[in-house]
T-cell receptor, first 115, second 111 residues
Framework: EAGVAQSPRYKIIEKRQSVAFWCNPISGHATLYWYQQILGQGPKLLIQFQNNGVVDDSQLPKDRFSAERLKGVDSTLKIQPAKLEDSAVYLC?????????????FGPGTRLTVL | TQLLEQSPQFLSIQEGENLTVYCNSSSVFSSLQWYRQEPGEGPVLLVT?????EVKKLKRLTFQFGDARKDSSLHITAAQPGDTGLYLC???????????FGKGTKLSVKP
């Protein structure tokens, strides 16, 4: 079974530039999550999708971050414009259903450096 | 804001030693998961505990959920270099699947 795919793996940009990350979840997984993991910290949920609908985006900085999952499969996360403090690893995860009893399967992440 | 505090933050031990890491909160969770994360990779689930007082074993790893479902511990017996990694606990509060992660314990096991 293929895991969660993310691209790119690494991205370096200047502050105020834009960047987009892509995630392809495990086939059949209805729930998709984007997390931000700053160095030395645990992952912080940015947004959760159930199929193509948003379940929770309460911690997403909506003035600069946006995410979509148009067909209920792939998802993109965009930052525009980027700030220095956005430097982090962006992790995508998926699960069969939205329950905290279910396993979340994580991709390898995209490491973003903002200069 | 619910917080999960993990201790210690860093742990460096020799192969063969035993260790325990802790995950504490003032909040009650419906479930608690432990993940291990290696450099350059995403976290991988080790175990999910859901019942207060529950104990689960995974080879040399023993996980316990506190009676009040506010804390958890992970005990590793006879640690091996392959156990090296970042151990994250994550608390869940039910139907939406949201997890709150602790900052993790970075374990290094030297041969």
């Amino acid at each position: 079974e293929a895991g969660v795919a993310q691209s790119p793996r690494y991205k370096i940009i200047e502050k105020r530039q834009s960047v987009a990350f892509w995630c392809n979840p495990i086939s059949g997984h209805a729930t998709l999550y984007w997390y931000q993991q700053i160095l030395g910290q645990g992952p912080k949920l940015l947004i959760q999708f159930q199929n193509n609908g948003v379940v929770d985006d309460s911690q997403l900085p909506k003035d600069r971050f946006s995410a979509e999952r148009l067909k209920g499969v792939d998802s993109t996360l965009k930052i525009q414009p980027a700030k220095l403090e956005d430097s982090a690893v962006y992790l995508c995860a998926s699960s069969l259903a939205p329950s905290s009893y279910n396993e979340q399967f994580f991709g390898p992440g995209t490491r973003l450096t903002v200069l | 804001t619910q917080l999960l505090e993990q201790s210690p933050q860093f742990l460096s031990i020799q192969e063969g030693e035993n260790l325990t890491v802790y995950c504490n909160s003032s909040s009650v969770f419906s479930s608690l998961q432990w993940y291990r994360q290696e450099p350059g990779e995403g976290p991988v689930l080790l175990v999910t505990v859901v019942t207060g007082g529950e104990v689960k074993k995974l080879k040399r790893l023993t996980f316990q959920f506190g009676d009040a479902r506010k804390d958890s511990s992970l005990h590793i017996t006879a640690a091996q270099p392959g156990d090296t990694g970042l151990y994250l606990c994550a608390g869940g509060r039910g139907s939406q699947g949201n997890l709150i992660f602790g900052k993790g314990t970075k374990l290094s096991v030297k041969p």
